[in-house]
């Protein structure tokens, strides 16, 4: 059952305030037709998003657009410009108020699309499409011609683009990813994440989790399987999971609150950082910072990955953004490194000089500048194999291990993975009321 908040305007769009069922939380619901004018935006259907954006703003309650829209209304010209331009404006400040998501269940051209990168999250169903410039366009301009479903489908949005944050089926899966997800979500910037009851003790061990690290140092393993043996019920929630995967944000929950989880995946690219995963782990924090959802990151990475691309395209910009991510952060943060973290990758991945509460390492740690192959690499250019190996034994011995960092105070504690539940649930425990004093200003100036 809903609340009205405004009729619809000539079938293209209505909001009412909605109470969802399954996670007995209220939202303020828009829904963008597109059985009328193929959900085109006039000026009054724009109105009526930015009226349910403003209402959620006011109530503190999430917005929720299903969007199904071929773009402003052609036949209204700048005035359908001018509602969009209002319904924009509207949506971004809900934004770190109250958590928006999107529904797309058919198209979202040009400006609604716009619409959906002022999102937090996104939910595309299968045949759904989304994109700023359309086929027409593109073929005029560049000479190459594409689908809808090559140009902006679901396939494009969550491996290449990383619009999509989860791709279901049909529109009522659609309804029920949004209610698992609001299950981690507090409705706005005041509040906490809703508890939820588990029986799984919060001291259980996990031996398990150790053991998946291989005794090669270049194995890999799947992170997943570690999120899976902290978290209650073994349950993850993981968004974007086909965009920049060598990177894994998902939420759990540790002793029934909600936590974020961001982990170095090294099944791809070796775990290395490249500018898609960096904006995918930043884009994460940030949210989770604004929300109220405790961090925790789990460490494996041998650095950034290499590449004249990389660099050219702004490896910097984007990784001054995962940076800027977790410098700001003020929620509770435990950092807990399993296995590599070396160079300036170390320093990212909520490093302790990056203000987090408590670092835990496994004694499978490896902190240094980078491994000892590629030290030897540098400082033994000249030397015999034998010479070179025997450098890269005493490096390892000397160097890649947690206890250094330890005795410095860049790690807090030592841990044996077995016990990594049970230290993280009694850090977030203790972390529970932590409030930190912000400096006064207008805004940031988050890298782009």
Not at 334 to 348: E, H, N, P, Q, T
Not at 420 to 445: G, Q, Y
């Amino acid at each position: 059952m809903g609340v009205q908040l405004q009729h619809a305007v000539k079938g293209a769009a209505s909001s009412e305030v909605r109470f969802l069922e399954q996670s007995q939380r209220h939202v303020v619901w828009v829904d963008v037709d597109s059985e009328f004018h193929r959900g085109a935006l006039s000026a009054d259907a724009s109105g009526v998003i930015a009226n349910a954006a403003t209402t959620a703003s006011n109530q503190r309650i999430p917005l929720v657009l299903a969007m199904a829209s071929s773009g402003a209304d052609i036949l209204e010209g700048i005035s359908a410009l001018h509602g969009w331009g209002q319904a924009a404006r509207a949506i971004a400040q809900c934004s770190g108020v109250v958590p928006i998501f999107t529904i797309v269940n058919g198209p979202a051209v040009s400006g609604p699309a716009l619409l959906i990168g002022l999102s937090d999250f996104v939910i595309m169903t299968n045949d759904s499409y989304a994109f700023v410039s359309g086929p027409t366009m593109v073929a005029e301009f560049t000479g190459i011609s594409m689908s809808n479903e090559e140009l902006g489908g679901t396939g494009a949005h969550a491996k290449q683009s990383g619009v999509a944050s989860l791709v279901v089926a049909d529109y009522q899966s659609a309804i029920e990813a949004l209610e698992q997800l609001l299950a981690f979500i507090p409705n706005n910037v005041d509040e906490l994440a809703p508890h939820v009851a588990t029986g799984d003790p919060s001291d259980r061990l996990t031996p398990e989790a150790g053991a998946l690290i291989p005794d090669s140092t270049t194995g890999s393993y799947d992170v997943r399987k570690v999120i899976r043996a902290i978290a209650d019920d073994d349950y993850i929630f993981e968004v974007r999971e086909r965009w920049a995967a060598n990177v894994i944000t998902a939420f759990i929950t540790i002793d029934g609150e909600s936590v974020g989880v961001v982990a170095n995946q090294p099944m791809v690219l070796a775990g290395t950082l490249d500018i898609p995963a960096s904006q995918k782990a930043a884009r994460f924090v940030s949210f989770c910072d604004a929300f109220n959802i405790p961090l925790l990151t789990l460490v494996d990475t041998p650095g950034f990955y290499p590449g004249k691309d990389l660099e050219w395209r702004g490896m910097i910009r984007h990784g001054g953004q995962l940076v800027f991510a977790y410098a700001r952060a003020t929620v509770p943060r435990v950092c807990v490194i399993l296995r590599k973290s070396y160079g300036g990758a170390y320093i990212v991945m909520d490093s302790k000089n990056m203000g987090n509460d408590l670092c835990l390492a496994w004694p499978t740690a490896e902190l240094a500048v980078m491994g000892a192959g590629q030290a030897a690499a540098i400082l033994q250019r000249r030397a015999t194999p034998e010479e070179r190996a025997v450098f890269e034994a005493d490096y390892a011995e000397r160097l890649l291990n947690p206890y250094v960092a330890a005795e410095r105070g860049y790690v807090d504690s030592v841990i044996h993975p077995e016990e990594t539940r049970r230290e993280i649930s009694s850090a977030f425990t203790m972390l529970r009321d932590k409030r930190e004093r912000l400096a006064p200003r207008k805004h940031d100036n988050t890298p782009l």
